[in-house]
């Protein structure tokens, strides 16, 4: 029984199911983000909205110092769920959470003697602004244990596929990074008050998020365990991952640093406003990759063609969703821009817009190799990737930004991105035991060229009418081809009735 249990948590409909809340919980923020970013801008200012954009990213990073143990742990759960051996969960969970606590503490009271440093030696920020930036960053390291410890805790209820329960803490969370803000600003634009409120519901979603671990396995809360013997096998599994919670995010955002030193903090805000929207578009991806890191942990041994099936269908639903979005912003970006903030912040931004959301449609194709390779617990080869990459990306960025300013800091992104994708798909297909195969047809080829082509559309420029008339006959065609070609008789079949389930 038991066992039957645990086989649902994983199928086909759950995970469908548990993809949706990952969307819903990242696109709500999204939609708030969208709403909010532009009384934001105007209401800070340029400068202060780079700091503050530059805060959320530290928040955001602080989340590395787990050290890869909180992921661990979300595949050794995984496992033990799937294995029906629920009684070795509390000690794991709670020996994770020690370590990570532990760690994170550390390197909280290191960083405390860098600040003054960074602030006033490494960023470019006006005189003004110096003293209240460094108050900011001060309390923003206080919330490193907080950060790093509410991962691990999320860890578990993801083991659990609780993801709609995640999801609601998610969206709340995500939404206060941009309506507290806001609401500070009808009192002051003080960063350091900001902030403060900002790392306060990070506490009350930790405390949310211990709640909810304590409901769905009440045994954690009775048997709070630390296990010396656990701190190897949970190391030795970490220590990979723990690379890549360093390094993915280094990848990630050492533009806007590289753009706060090299040109100004100023810039940041031309350059971070169609990067907030852009790297949003990460969510649907996201959404299916957090879903399937646990499920092929627990099924990739007992049913790898099963696992061949997720892989091949979450690739494919990522980029049929992805593409279209991905083609409007291309194509009507300086619009967009324009409607959004105004022409002159447009004018610095939408070239920006249009590169970044090629680099996404690049990135979104990658979560899934690298899902599969942490799942089935191949993240050495990642975070080699990754490393290697690094050194290599940091150069490209310097000599981009130095040379092209913040549009070229855009294409240093946008090709690293590309071939990060491709060299992680290449070692999932090598450390595939069960290979991956994928028919090629020729109908495939023409989509290829219809991608190429609406790379290519904002070059040709005219008039908005003329490019809604060529996005409607492109998308058109590529609609046409995906139905046929892409989705499989069961899929069109599935459509097809909720589609007439929703006309009655």
């Avoid at 979005?325 to 939408?350: C, D, N, P, R």
């Avoid at 991608?451 to 998308?475: A, H, M």
Wanted: aromatic share 14%; hydrophobic share 55%; proline share 4%.
């Amino acid at each position: 029984m038991e066992e039957k249990v645990i086989h649902n948590k994983f199928k086909g409909t759950s995970l469908a199911k548990n993809s949706i809340y990952n969307l819903i919980g990242f696109g709500i923020p999204l939609i708030v983000a969208v709403l909010v970013l532009p009384y934001l801008i105007h209401g800070l200012g340029n400068e202060r909205f780079g700091i503050l954009s530059i805060a959320w990213v530290v928040v955001g990073y602080f989340s590395l110092f787990d050290l890869g143990i909180g992921r661990s742990v979300t595949k050794l759960i995984a496992g033990k769920i799937g294995s029906s051996e629920s009684e070795h969960i509390p000690p794991l969970f709670w020996t994770a959470f020690f370590l990570i606590l532990f760690v994170s503490l550390c390197v909280a009271a290191a960083l405390f003697f860098f600040i003054p440093f960074f602030v006033y030696d490494i960023f470019k920020v006006s005189n003004n602004l110096k003293l209240e930036t460094l108050q900011s960053f001060y309390i923003i390291v206080f919330s490193i244990p907080v950060v790093a410890t509410s991962a691990s805790i999320r860890g578990i209820l993801e083991a659990y596929q609780e993801f709609g329960v995640i999801n609601i803490i998610r969206v709340l969370l995500g939404i206060s990074s941009f309506i507290v803000p806001l609401f500070c600003l009808f009192l002051t634009k003080n960063l350091v008050w900001i902030i403060s409120s900002l790392v306060i519901f990070r506490i009350i979603v930790w405390i949310l998020y211990l709640y909810q671990s304590f409901k769905i396995n009440p045994a954690l809360k009775s048997t709070r365990i630390f296990k010396r013997t656990l701190i190897k096998p949970i190391l030795r599994l970490s220590s990979w991952m723990s690379i890549s919670s360093i390094v993915v995010p280094l990848n990630l955002y050492l533009d806007r640093f590289m753009i706060g030193t090299v040109i100004s903090a100023g810039a940041i805000a031309y350059y971070v406003t169609p990067y907030e929207i852009t790297s949003k578009l990460l969510i649907i991806p996201g959404a299916f990759a957090g879903v399937l890191f646990p499920a092929i942990s627990a099924t990739h041994m007992r049913d790898p063609e099963y696992t061949n099936k997720l892989i091949i269908r979450a690739t494919k639903y990522i980029f049929l969703i992805l593409f279209p979005i991905v083609f409007f912003i291309v194509v009507f970006a300086q619009e967009g821009m324009t409607l959004w903030i105004g022409k002159q912040f447009a004018e610095h931004s939408y070239v920006i817009l249009q590169i970044l959301a090629v680099g996404v449609l690049f990135n979104s194709i990658g979560y899934i190799p690298y899902a599969f390779l942490d799942g089935i617990g191949r993240a050495d080869v990642t975070a080699k990737v990754q490393l290697i990459e690094l050194p290599f990306y940091f150069l490209l960025m310097w000599f981009s930004v130095k040379e092209g300013g913040i549009n070229g800091a855009a294409c240093a992104w946008g090709i690293r991105t590309a071939v990060d994708s491709v060299i992680l798909w290449f070692f999932a297909h090598k450390l595939n035991s069960n290979k991956i195969t994928i028919k090629v047809k020729p109908i495939h080829i023409l989509i290829i060229l219809l991608i190429l082509f609406s790379s290519v559309i904002f070059v040709i420029g005219g008039n908005t009418y003329y490019k809604l008339l060529l996005s409607i006959v492109v998308l058109s065609v590529f609609l046409l081809i995906s139905w046929h070609s892409l989705l499989l008789k069961v899929e069109r079949d599935f459509i097809i009735s909720k589609l007439k389930k929703f006309n009655r």
